[in-house]
């Protein structure tokens, strides 16, 4: 095994993270915002001779005074051919190389379900933080398999914000839409004092990448001059994430997201979008979220959790 660190190496990087779909987290234009937001970040490949079989991106903080935190969050990114057996040996040797502070605690948030998880990978460490849920969407059919797939209750929903009169909607990458959006969100997380990552984060993310036109997509819905609705979406090789979403009052009448993420599904099939990862679920605290992720034919995947 071949254990590089920090390298020189974005072409390959994002090539191997297109072709095995890997997380936004590790995305090589999420580790460079990050950077430029401040905070640490370090990249390892990992090769079997010459073949390039994981890569894993790490966030590291200070969590006490002398003390590290060196987070890998849903990653690594493996080859199909990479064996438990090897992945144990991968993981260790991570754990032993992140190149901070040497009094650190190093952990892995594995991109696998519980039931997916080969308990040999993970053996010597210990699940200390129960799993993130998603919902995943195969982007990988046609949009007429897809329709079929929403919820009964979703479509009906569907169907009467595609019928409103005088309805504009636009999904492009378009920087004034983003820069409208990003002015909303900062004002909805004041009013719900609610926080995440700066949205400085997705102005960075962007300018990360050299087209942007591959880096985002904005789903918009005007009516006449009034903007009844926005989302956006990350895009990360193959696959996309979606970031944040706003509505007025009449577009949440109107079910306006249920027309803007259809619209942005067959957006992103056009542009050879594979895997749309919607989001958090947690059905206790945000139910309606998350019917309405669930019920656009998302698939719940929880993930193994957070080991030590």
Request: with cysteine; glycine share 10%; hydrophobic share 45%.
């Amino acid at each position: 095994m071949n254990l590089s660190w920090n390298p020189d190496a974005e072409g390959a990087w994002t090539l191997f993270h297109r072709e095995h779909l890997g997380s936004l987290q590790q995305s090589w234009a999420y580790g460079q915002a990050l950077q430029q937001l401040g905070v640490e970040v370090h990249r390892a490949m990992l090769h079997d001779g010459e073949t390039l079989m994981g890569l894993a991106q790490f966030q590291c903080r200070r969590v006490a005074f002398y003390i590290g935190l060196a987070s890998c969050s849903r990653g690594p990114v493996w080859a199909e051919q990479a064996t438990p057996a090897w992945r144990q040996q991968a993981f260790r040797a991570l754990q032993r190389g992140v190149p901070t502070r040497a009094w650190r605690a190093t952990v892995f948030s594995p991109e696998q379900p519980l039931g997916a998880l080969d308990a040999q990978e993970v053996r010597g460490m210990q699940r200390v933080m129960t799993g993130y849920s998603t919902a995943m969407l195969d982007l990988d059919q046609t949009l007429p398999a897809l329709r079929a797939g929403l919820d009964g209750k979703w479509r009906n929903r569907l169907v009467r914000a595609e019928a409103m009169p005088g309805l504009q909607v636009h999904v492009r990458a378009s920087m004034k839409d983003l820069q409208w959006l990003l002015e909303r969100e900062n004002l909805q997380r004041q009013t719900r004092g609610f926080h995440a990552l700066p949205t400085d984060f997705v102005q960075a993310y962007v300018g990360a990448h050299a087209d942007r036109t591959r880096a985002f997509l904005v789903a918009s819905a005007l009516q006449g001059k009034q903007t009844l609705g926005s989302m956006l979406f990350l895009i990360h090789g193959a696959a996309a994430t979606y970031y944040i979403g706003w509505a007025d009052e009449a577009g949440r009448q109107a079910n306006i997201h249920n027309l803007l993420l259809w619209r942005a599904m067959a957006a992103l099939q056009t542009q050879g979008i594979r895997q749309l990862d919607l989001g958090g679920i947690n059905t206790r605290a945000l139910p309606g979220i998350s019917r309405f992720k669930l019920g656009s034919g998302g698939r719940l995947l929880t993930l193994a959790g957070t080991y030590f």
